[in-house]
């Protein structure tokens, strides 16, 4: 009965498969739980790959560090299933655990042990690693990622309304701060065009300055709300650009291709990494638009796809290889999909949705070698 029980409750911790046939179809199971001194703790189940492990007591090991006692159990002739007799106390697994469960990255090492030496190793990827949806598991998370710096920026407001938001101007100290945090340059630089300058309603203005298309960009970009972080890093949008680039180029020559330079700010002393935007790019408006055409629908995107170049190139000619390369049309893939989903608010209408959703699976259709 007891066994019974146990296999109804194996059958029932989605996604385990009984029995990895093979190193690749192993799954690691985290259940969030209290050890014995109410710590945050994590119990372990997982199924392995390992023809010549012993059924009986072992050890199991996280992250190279921590170590617990383990009961292995056969599962098919080349398939065992390890799971951890006392928690691992998530305090101790924090660096290890981090990349894995705050940014998706990296691998989790996992390694069991049974009485008669014989070890299996396996670095279990994001995608290998399922961790239960209990109560506790919020609770791991802020352990192991710290406050959740990612739903929004200290001054940031959710934007109830975009089309209201964008009819006004940057206010002053907003406006200072976008400017500290991003100055813009132009290539071939420029002695007398027109600079900053904005009033309301912004959509009335006949031909707004690139500075105030950019700024109105930005500052979307700062009053986003997130209710999931993106899945390449742990920062909120306007925090991960920053991480990336310290200025904008607006380039209106020809033949200058570049997605990114080093340039030295006016009233700086350092070099800092430069996204080059084609003044083209800057041409499609100031509302919020389609980004299929145009607008700060498009230019958010396109902002975010040449902060991703700073990291990472194509690897498929101009598309990427997958969408699990993260590179700069994932990226845009992603962001587009989050906005239209709502998982990143930004105040849009669900015909703005709708637009976003259709361009993201326009990029799946044609930005990606493997179809996605
Ligand atoms: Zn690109």
């Not at 996280?62 to 305090?91: D, H, K, N, Q, Y």
Request: aromatic share 8%.
């Amino acid at each position: 009965m007891r066994l019974l029980l146990g296999v109804l409750v194996l059958l029932s911790a989605v996604p385990l498969v009984w029995a990895a046939d093979s190193p690749e179809a192993q799954w690691l199971t985290l259940t969030p739980t209290r050890g014995a001194w109410g710590d945050l703790a994590l119990e372990a189940s997982w199924d392995a790959y390992g023809p010549e492990l012993r059924p009986g007591k072992g050890w199991i090991t996280l992250g190279e560090t921590v170590r617990v006692p383990a009961v292995i159990e056969r599962a098919g002739t080349v398939g065992a299933l390890v799971r951890s007799e006392r928690p691992f106390l998530v305090r101790e697994l924090q660096e290890a655990l981090a990349p894995l469960l705050c940014l998706g990255q990296g691998t989790l090492s996992v390694k069991v042990r049974d009485l008669f030496c014989h070890e299996v190793e396996w670095e279990a990827p994001p995608a290998r690693v399922s961790w239960v949806q209990n109560g506790l598991l919020s609770a791991v998370r802020a352990t192991v990622c710290g406050p959740e710096s990612w739903r929004t920026v200290p001054g940031g407001k959710s934007i109830s309304d975009i089309a209201s938001f964008l009819a006004a101007c940057p206010p002053p100290d907003e406006l200072a701060l976008l400017r500290g945090d991003f100055p813009i340059l132009f290539r071939p630089a420029r002695d007398s065009a027109p600079g900053y300058a904005c009033t309301e309603p912004t959509g009335a203005l006949e031909a707004p300055s690139d500075q105030l298309v950019i700024y109105q960009a930005l500052r979307v970009i700062r009053h986003l709300l997130l209710s999931t972080p993106l899945p390449w890093t742990y920062l909120h949008p306007y925090d991960w650009l920053k991480s990336k680039f310290g200025a904008l180029v607006v380039n209106s020559g020809v033949g200058f291709a570049d997605c990114h330079i080093r340039v030295t700010p006016p009233g700086g002393t350092a070099q800092v990494t430069a996204i080059v935007i084609q003044e083209a790019e800057l041409q499609g408006g100031i509302g919020w638009g389609d980004p299929r055409t145009g607008g700060l629908a498009r230019l958010i995107l396109r902002i975010f796809h040449l902060a991703r170049h700073v990291d990472r190139a194509h690897d498929c000619g101009e598309r990427d290889s997958s969408l699990d390369y993260l590179g700069a049309w994932g990226v845009e893939y992603t962001l587009a999909t989050m906005l239209s989903q709502g998982t990143i608010q930004a105040g849009l209408s669900s015909e703005q949705r709708g637009a976003l959703a259709a361009y993201a699976q326009q990029l799946l259709a044609t930005r990606f070698c493997s179809g996605g």
